[in-house]
């Protein structure tokens, strides 16, 4: 076995159980918490006992718990998340149906965060201390204590209702909705291949304000990280030799030590992905994005228990595997790491 | 007599530190007043709040016949009113409360948890401390704020299934960070010569392991705070904070959703700051922290 098989293995070996064991704590988790599934289902009061005793037997919920935990795990391998007793839809094909718009969101949500975050951490370390250093430490750590509905709120307020810039919310315009086609579900990626320069421009005006505000948190953790990175890296002595022997500080900040800086600041981009989840769940339900954080919210007030079930494994699953990848990652950026 | 000198010389030599600690004092600054302003104006029992008569100069959570509903800020209603006849400036003066219980209820709670279970767990070693240290890295790796608003919906809203909750996002973060401290400095000589002049297990962990963890935990603990407080406005905003009617900040600003095609601004903008002030206080606060503990970014 080479040694990335070798690393990807061993990460996997690790991976497998924490899923695991995540999917077993929210299982066991949802069946000893109070809050009865078929009684939020048929609508709370005035239901015959029979009914009841029904749909349990529908659902499964009438077997030992053991039982179920078996069904469910041997499911969950299979693919097959159960269904959505919301929707009555499988939650599988719920979920595969909405990862693209997530997808669309967190990408231009890290993108923003990468255009803003990385260049002002780079200003911010190489002007250490001056004034200008200490307004961006600030902002970032500003940009960290916002609380992102409240932002996604905000912009709401400023940009489509009182300036109308921008539409309010969802991913798409209703008078769009019958000569959209949808592809591959990425509304960009969709637009594009359209050929429709009307629709495109409306895709993206959907996307500005949920995708800012979604990167704005992210921005101030990059930012921070480049400064920090920055830092370690123009203390270097091969940064000093560069600049004695007569390099451009341009030439000397952007070749010679971002190169460097990069390594951990992809570190973070998977140490963000989960962030980013967590964000996308507020920003999707402020800006009714039809995405899997959305549909997680109202599987909670739905109590829609396969569902939320389904989308929590589903998410760990994600976050896991982005994981890894950016670690596998290193080896493209950093040549030194071998595994 | 040498006892007071040594302690006014520490203190001194504390004070002086904090010189120049721009970010550190700004932090504590904001943090103190909102605190201030909690215990002023927070709940005195049953619907009363304030300690003091005239402040807040409303009942948070009364409708009052006299006020007019949802008008924008004016002199006698600073924040504007919201749809109930409430005064805004009292529902924020009063809403502070909430947050900070449950931000510094929760990460106590963590703290305690995580890093009793750090402790034991890098001290003790073997299966059950890799069983355990893969069990927390599972909840570590999970995105936080799904978790925490997922536990909430199943244990309910209010006070304490938000601390609950909040709480068990973070025993991850003590855990990680006691058992690393704990497995580095349990191979120090000084913890070696503990053991060889015959301390028990018990001692060696509380008397020469613990101590040294202290000033990891309490840098990440200020930065968990200003989080926690994001993630309490974030469960109330959903719907899972105190019942109504009592002022809760995230939640007022999904009461002021519902007019923001009206475009209604006070509603939301009012509850919003103040919830980004107190969260950037403790940031603040954290960040003037890690730059006291660490005397490498302290240069800086």
């Given at each position: 076995m080479s040694g990335v098989t070798r690393y990807i293995a061993q990460r996997l070996a690790l991976t497998v159980p924490m899923v695991f064991i995540l999917v077993s704590v929210v299982f066991l988790v949802l069946r000893i918490m109070p809050g009865d599934p078929v009684l939020a289902m048929l609508g709370g009061r005035n239901v015959s006992p029979e009914l009841i005793a029904q749909k349990r037997h529908e659902m499964g919920l009438d077997k030992p718990l053991h039982i179920q935990y078996t069904e469910y795990l041997s499911g969950l391998i299979r693919g097959d998340l159960g269904r959505s007793t919301r929707t009555g839809k499988p939650v599988a094909e719920e979920l595969v149906s909405r990862l693209p718009a997530t997808l669309e969101l967190a990408i231009w949500g890290m993108l923003f965060a990468a255009i803003f975050g990385i260049p002002t951490g780079i200003i911010a370390a190489v002007r250490a201390d001056k004034p200008s250093d200490h307004l961006i430490r600030v902002l970032h750590i500003g940009s960290f204590a916002l609380p992102i509905f409240w932002v996604g709120l905000m912009f709401q307020v400023i940009f489509a209702v009182k300036l109308g810039w921008l539409p309010v919310a969802s991913r798409l315009s209703g008078r769009f909705a019958f000569s959209f086609q949808r592809v591959t579900g990425f509304y960009l990626l969709d637009a594009l291949i359209l050929g429709d320069k009307e629709i495109l421009v409306d895709v993206v005006k959907h996307l500005v304000l949920p995708g800012v505000t979604l990167g704005l948190a992210q921005m101030g953790f990059l930012g921070r990280v480049t400064r920090a990175a920055m830092l370690e890296v123009l203390d270097t002595e091969y940064v000093t030799t560069a600049r004695s022997k007569g390099l451009g500080e341009r030439l000397v900040i952007l070749r010679h030590a971002l190169r460097n800086a990069l390594i951990p600041i992809i570190t973070v981009f998977g140490l963000q992905f989960a962030m980013l989840m967590g964000g996308a769940v507020l920003t999707e339900t402020v800006f009714s994005w039809p995405g899997i954080a959305g549909f997680l919210i109202q599987s909670l007030y739905y109590r829609d228990w396969w569902a939320l079930q389904g989308t929590i494994a589903f998410i760990g699953v994600f976050v896991a595997t982005v994981n890894l990848v950016v670690d596998l990652l290193y080896s493209v950026i950093d040549p030194r790491v071998r595994y | 007599m040498g006892r007071g000198l040594t302690a006014w010389l520490v203190r001194k030599s504390l004070f002086r530190r904090f010189r120049g600690q721009t970010l550190l004092k700004v932090g504590l600054l904001i943090v103190l007043s909102f605190i201030a302003m909690a215990v002023i104006c927070g709940p005195r029992g049953g619907e009363e709040y304030g300690r003091?008569?005239?402040?807040?100069?409303?009942?948070?959570a009364k409708s009052y016949a006299s006020l007019p509903r949802?008008?924008?800020?004016?002199?006698?209603?600073w924040m504007g009113t919201d749809h109930l006849q409430r005064d805004v400036f009292s529902r924020v003066l009063a809403g502070g409360w909430a947050p900070l219980v449950v931000a510094f209820a929760s990460i106590a709670l963590a703290m305690s948890v995580g890093s009793l279970a750090g402790w034991i767990s890098g001290y003790i070693g073997g299966w059950p401390d890799r069983a355990l240290s893969l069990t927390m890295d599972a909840i570590y790796s999970f995105p936080s704020m799904i978790l925490a608003i997922a536990l909430v919906a199943v244990m309910g809203s209010g006070l304490v299934p938000m601390i609950a909750s909040i709480a068990f996002v973070y025993v991850p973060t003590y855990f990680r960070i006691t058992r690393a401290e704990v497995l580095r400095v349990r191979e120090y000589t000084f913890v070696e010569a503990a053991r060889a002049t015959g301390a028990s297990g018990t001692r060696i962990l509380l008397r020469h392991i613990a101590p040294n963890t202290v000033n990891a935990i309490m840098a990440v603990s200020s930065f968990n705070i200003a989080d926690a407080i994001l993630t309490e406005a974030a469960l109330a905003f959903l719907g899972?904070?105190?019942?109504?009617?009592?002022?809760d900040w995230g939640f007022d600003i999904q009461n002021g959703q519902r007019y923001l095609q009206s475009g209604y601004w006070w509603l939301i903008t009012f509850p919003g700051l103040a919830i980004l002030f107190l969260s950037l206080g403790f940031g603040l606060v954290g960040e003037g922290i890690s730059d006291l503990v660490n005397p490498k970014r302290r240069k800086r």
């Open positions: - | 003091f008569a005239g402040i807040p100069p409303y009942n948070p949802l008008s924008p800020p004016t002199a006698k209603n899972y904070g105190l019942p109504p009617p009592a002022p």
